[in-house]
Structures are given as C-alpha cells and as structure tokens.
C-alpha cells in the first residue's frame, strides 16, 4: 500500500514538474523573438493549432518576416477594452496577467533567478529594469505606441499583460463602425 502511494505521489509530482516545464516552453518565445501580438498567427490568442496566414507562412519558413505592427494601429490601453467587452475584463482582473507587472516587481531574488534560468535570460538587477524580462510583462514592449508611453498616462494603461498583448494595438478595432 505505501509503495504504491509513493508511486502515484511520484507521478503526480512529475506531472506537475512536466506541466511546469511544458508551460515555460510553451512561453510564447516566437512571439519575444518577432516582437508580434499573438494573434498575428494564431486564430486563437491563447495559441493551439489553428493559424492565421501569416502564422502558416511563419511555420512553414521561420525566416519569414511577420509583421509587428498595423500601418495606422496604436496601443489603446485596457480601460478602452472594458468599454465594450466588460466581461472579459472582468475575467482579465482575476488572471495573474492583471498583475503581472506588480508580480515582476515583488518578485523575491531566487524566483527571478529561477525564472530567468529557464527562459534563458541574464539576470543582471532587479527584474524590472531588465528589458527581457519587463518584455513579457507589459504590453507593447518598445513597439510603436507601446510600453514605455509618451507619458506617464499612456505607460500605466499599458503596464501587465493586457487585451491588446495578444490582440495587438486596439485603436483601429475602437475606429471600426460596429455592424
């Protein structure tokens, strides 16, 4: 009986540590690289199977240059999201991407090391200051109109990890006449 509850405390143990690594590797490293929101090549900006064009080019040949930007397309900030999608917002709110920039923040020295170990990044100060790391948590990482904004205004709408991470700039979704 005990070595089989040792079996499974072993199993469930290694399925966490599996779920763990698979979720660092699954970190959205194309999307550092090309500097691209996620929906540029996914159907769905959570990631999976289904691409869009560009995300079938990008597969097919890495070397493709994927767009980062949207001649006419600006960072809009996430309380221009909640307008209309309030549900979603909400949703947002509950996840750590709502506070993801706090998180980088208060992170303790031996968890941003750990971190910064698996994703392959120098640690050189605090993890705030250090571009690969405020990348991932902020939105619009030096893109056009992103992280770090014109003001002060602009930067706090686009500190963690907002809609328009994922989605890209919001302004020309906002522009469009609703149907």
Same mark, same amino acid.
């Given at each position: &009986?005990?070595?089989? &509850?040792?079996?499974? !405390? ?9 779920? +763990? ?17 996620? =929906? ?13 064009? +560009?995300?079938?080019? $990008? ?12 001649? !006419?397309?600006? $960072? ?8 209309? @999608? ?10 750590? @991407? ?8 208060? =992170? ?38 992103? $992280?770090?904004? =014109?003001?002060?205004?602009?930067? =706090?709408?686009? +500190? ?11 302004? &020309? ?7």
């Amino acid at each position: &009986m005990r070595r089989t &509850m040792l079996l499974f !405390g072993i199993l469930v143990i290694g399925l966490c540590a599996l779920s +763990v690594t698979q979720r660092a590797q699954a970190f959205p490293q194309r999307a550092r690289d090309t500097k691209a929101a996620c =929906a540029t090549c996914h159907m769905n900006v959570a990631g999976g199977p289904d691409l869009t064009e +560009v995300g079938k080019k $990008y597969k097919a040949d890495s070397t493709t240059a994927v767009p980062t930007t949207v001649k !006419g397309a600006d $960072y809009v900030g996430n309380n221009k999201c909640k307008m209309c @999608h309030s549900k979603q917002f909400k949703a947002w709110q509950a996840t750590k @991407h709502a506070s993801a920039w706090v998180g980088l923040q208060k =992170a303790d020295d031996h968890a941003a090391h750990e971190m910064a170990e698996k994703l392959n990044i120098k640690l050189e100060g605090k993890p705030e200051t250090v571009d690969a790391c405020v990348t991932c948590h902020v939105t619009g990482f030096h893109l056009t109109g992103g $992280y770090p904004g =014109a003001d002060s205004l602009k930067t =706090a709408a686009l +500190v963690n990890v907002t809609c328009e991470s994922c989605h890209g700039p919001g302004s &020309m979704h906002i522009a469009a006449k609703a149907e």
